[in-house]
Every structure is written in C-alpha cells, then in structure tokens.
C-alpha cells in the first residue's frame, strides 16, 4: 500500500513540472497530493522549497523493504531531482526540502549537498529518541540531530 503525503512546494511550475513532481514522488512509493504556494505571499520568505507531510517511519521502512541496500540511494536521487525543479538565483539563499512527520509533527530539512552517508543514518534513525525538532544534519559531526532537544537536555542535566 503507498504511503500517501500532503506536499506543499513554494515555486512556480509547469504543468508537466507537476507531473514531473507527483511521478518522482510515485518512483519513491508515495502518492503525494500536490499544492502549490499562494502566488499572493512572496516567495523570498520562504526559506523551503517543498514540505511533505508524510508519515516518517512508514514511509523509511517501505524504501527498505521496497529497495534494500539502495534504499538510501533512491532517497538521495529523488531528493536530488526535487532540488533541481528549482533552482535559485545566485542573490537568493539556498532553499532546504522538509519532511513532516504527519503523526508527530517533526520536522527533518534536508539540504540540497548532503552526503550519502547522511541518507543511510536517516533511513535508520530512531524518532522515537526526538521530542522535538528540526532535525538536520550536521556536516561537521556526521550525524543527524535535534538542536533543540540538546538545549532541552543540557538544561535538564543537574549541575555540579
């Protein structure tokens, strides 16, 4: 059965980008239900590109199961193709994909130049360890993590 998201996607696209989107979508298990941005807010506000609201869990374990040792990969192209319906002018700053869970509402931004790596520890990573989010990656320490939820731990440690 395909795991079904609610897609938001703040640029302005053809009708074969449309279709073009929804089939991405379709090659990664999804039936994504497409809308567009109001053409009334400005677009420079909007720091992402497309938010899927999408149940999480189900959604990594179907890309497992569906395709195993390449599940990553297949994320990592299908993210790759989205960022490239648009891409910015050089003036503009770069915009980020997030994906909702549609149960607990976290949030995960995936930046356009994420290494493989960070899809393969995405596939596996345990959301029931996160309270809050954004979660996103960080290029530095190579591991996926909640800002917000360390600050709430380191103020929840006792102090010495």
């Given at each position: 059965?395909?795991?079904?998201?609610?897609?938001?996607?703040?640029?302005?696209l053809s009708?074969?980008?449309?279709?073009?989107?929804?089939?991405?979508?379709?090659?990664?298990?999804?039936?994504?239900?497409?809308?567009?941005?109001?053409?009334?807010?400005?677009?420079?506000?909007?720091?992402?590109?497309?938010?899927?609201?999408?149940?999480l869990k189900?959604?990594?374990?179907?890309?497992?199961?569906?395709?195993?040792?390449?599940?990553?990969?297949?994320?990592?192209?299908?993210?790759?193709?989205?960022?490239?319906?648009?891409?910015?002018?050089?003036?503009?700053?770069?915009?980020?994909?997030?994906?909702?869970?549609?149960?607990?509402?976290?949030?995960?931004?995936l930046e356009?130049?994420?290494?493989?790596?960070?899809?393969?520890?995405?596939?596996?990573?345990?959301?029931?360890?996160?309270?809050?989010?954004?979660?996103?990656?960080?290029?530095?320490?190579?591991?996926?993590?909640?800002?917000?939820?360390?600050?709430?731990?380191?103020?929840?440690?006792?102090?010495?």
């Amino acid at each position: 059965m395909p795991v079904c998201a609610n897609v938001l996607f703040a640029s302005d696209l053809s009708d074969e980008g449309v279709a073009q989107l929804i089939e991405d979508f379709q090659s990664v298990g999804v039936t994504a239900e497409l809308r567009q941005v109001s053409p009334r807010r400005a677009l420079a506000e909007i720091a992402w590109l497309a938010l899927a609201v999408i149940p999480l869990k189900p959604f990594f374990d179907q890309l497992a199961n569906d395709f195993a040792d390449d599940a990553y990969q297949r994320l990592k192209t299908f993210i790759a193709k989205l960022f490239r319906l648009h891409r910015p002018p050089p003036t503009e700053p770069p915009r980020v994909l997030l994906l909702q869970d549609s149960t607990t509402g976290i949030q995960v931004v995936l930046e356009p130049d994420l290494p493989a790596r960070a899809y393969q520890q995405l596939l596996s990573f345990d959301f029931a360890t996160l309270r809050r989010g954004p979660l996103h990656y960080d290029q530095h320490r190579h591991r996926w993590r909640s800002e917000l939820d360390e600050a709430d731990n380191a103020t929840s440690l006792p102090h010495a």
